[in-house]
């Protein structure tokens, strides 16, 4: 997909790649056929660079054609660089969004602005009386952004346990790694002394991500954040653990040997 | 029931009233604050419905996020600080979470412009309306008076889409009853007239009549055009004015080189080109002082704007 584009960000969509399947096949309540459902989960994708890997379950799951996977970042393309969701007001007034293409939820690519919209759908669904959960996916170089942590204190003050944050720890950011950058660690800590729940996994490991996903449920009283120690570009030998893949299309040579490889 | 308007009154106490009787009426609103509840009166609707408003603290980015996030849940969310914050502060996230994907966020930047008074520059926006229509797809409204602020308010709720209106901090004279129409996109005509056009908007509408009434004695027939919505402009209401009386001057609570007289420059000289002046802030920053001290001292006044119409007529070929 990204060969064809020429361009994107293949090391923070491989890492997230468990996390998306997890989601996607196994935990989120929603149906391809109605994606604009009510009731249906959201997952709100933060870090936006990422949305190859997205479009890619989006497609897998049926909420449009898989051939349209090599259309991202042409011109005239639904599959723009970083997510995008229009909303038109619809015949029935101002509460009929269009999502396009179907299955995106929010507009991204300036990181730091996930979480806080993700506090309005799950206030919104608490004033509503619906039971769905809204799951945020930030990268951790993000975790730089000042609203993040904004969205952070609100969302604890606000005692939201039908939201859950889940950082993709890849521990590399565009210009190096994030230790060298600007250091986020102690991260458990931190989300423990902002009100959160705070659960650190192997964002590799299909089992632990679920189970993760699912233990988030059960936590009354306050937002969940799920700390996924991941590889940037996992699963392809020459992408993994490099920032010089954080931005950076394959070509064709590259891409056919990343291909051969994951298989 | 309607009452007779107060002499003078802050246009953003039409705020807190509006929201209520709009949510009575069963609109699905919910407001979201940054801590200024009590100066924008969106504390006025927290009391009548607190379930329905959140404050985030002083977070303006995150205020903006969370009131897009219920926008797309089918809300229409009130996103409510001073205009310096919104847009100043978090222009970035109005552009990506409201702006682009065309959201039913209704920003309120009150205490705009330099009747905030004696708070002093960081609290004065000279150049809200600048940020705010440069975004494709936001409607941008500065209405002129308190009885004007509600009618635009409930436009803003009942439309779809992004939408921006600059309220004040200071009781400014009314100027409208209770027959008034507010017209989206549409300029109010207050005064008839042949010689030259005056386009105002918000607090510099009253300024504006005092200058037509004075510039009548000495002559001159000055047609007045309230043009409270800044975004989309009335250009036809621009270009009969320019035909019909061959000059305009503008009038602001604003920087001049990018707000109202900048804007409907490109509709004159576009169409029609004629003479233009142009009354507001000129290119540099105010102070703390008195709202009419400041209005005074920068140059904000109808001896101003009379000054500026009579310039403006020298240069205007008969």
Sequence with gaps: ?263 | MTLAPPAMAATREALGPTLVRLREEGLDIVVVDADLGVSTTARVFAAAFPERFFTVGIAEQNMIGVAAGFAAAGKIAVASTFAVFAPGRCFDQIRIAVAHPHLNVKIIGSHGGLTVGEDGISAQAIEDLALISSLPGFTVIVPADVIEAAQAIETALREPGPYYIRCSRAKTPVIYDATYRFQLGKAHLLRPGKDVTVIALGVMVKPALAAAAKLREEGIDCRLLNMATLRLLDEEAIIAAARETGAIVTAEEHLVHCGLGSMVSQVVTANQPVPMGFVGMKDRYAESGAPDQLLEKYGLTADDIAREVRTVLKRKKD
């Design chain 1, 1 to 263: 997909m990204l060969a064809a584009a020429g361009s994107g960000h293949p090391g923070g969509s491989l890492s997230a790649v468990e996390i998306l399947c997890a989601l996607y096949l196994c935990v989120l309540r929603h149906n391809p056929a109605e994606p604009l459902w009510p009731d249906r989960d959201r997952f709100i994708l933060s870090k936006g660079h990422a949305v190859p890997v997205l479009y890619a379950v989006l497609a897998e799951c049926g909420y449009f054609p898989e051939e349209e996977l090599t259309t991202l970042r042409k011109l005239g393309s639904r599959l723009q660089g970083h997510a995008f969701a229009y909303f038109q007001p619809g015949t029935e007034g101002l509460r009929t969004p269009i999502q396009s293409p179907p299955g995106i939820e929010m507009c991204a690519g300036s990181l730091g602005q996930g979480l806080s919209f993700s506090i309005g759908q799950a206030l919104a669904a608490r004033l509503d009386g619906r039971d769905y959960r809204v799951y945020c996916l930030l990268g951790d170089g993000e975790l730089g952004e000042g609203q993040v942590w904004e969205a952070a204190l609100a969302a604890a003050h606000y005692s939201l346990d039908n939201l859950v944050a889940i950082v993709d720890r890849n521990r590399i950011q565009n210009d190096g790694f994030v230790d060298d950058i600007l250091r986020t660690d102690p991260l458990i800590e931190k989300w423990e002394a902002f009100g959160w729940r705070a659960l650190d996994i192997d964002g590799h490991d299909l089992r632990q991500v679920i189970d993760a996903l699912e233990k988030a449920r059960t936590v009354k009283g306050k937002p969940t954040v799920i700390i996924a120690h991941t590889i940037k570009g996992k699963g392809v030998s020459f992408m993994e653990n490099t920032a010089s893949w954080h931005g950076r299309a394959p070509n064709r040579e590259e891409a056919e040997r990343a291909l051969a490889e994951l298989a």
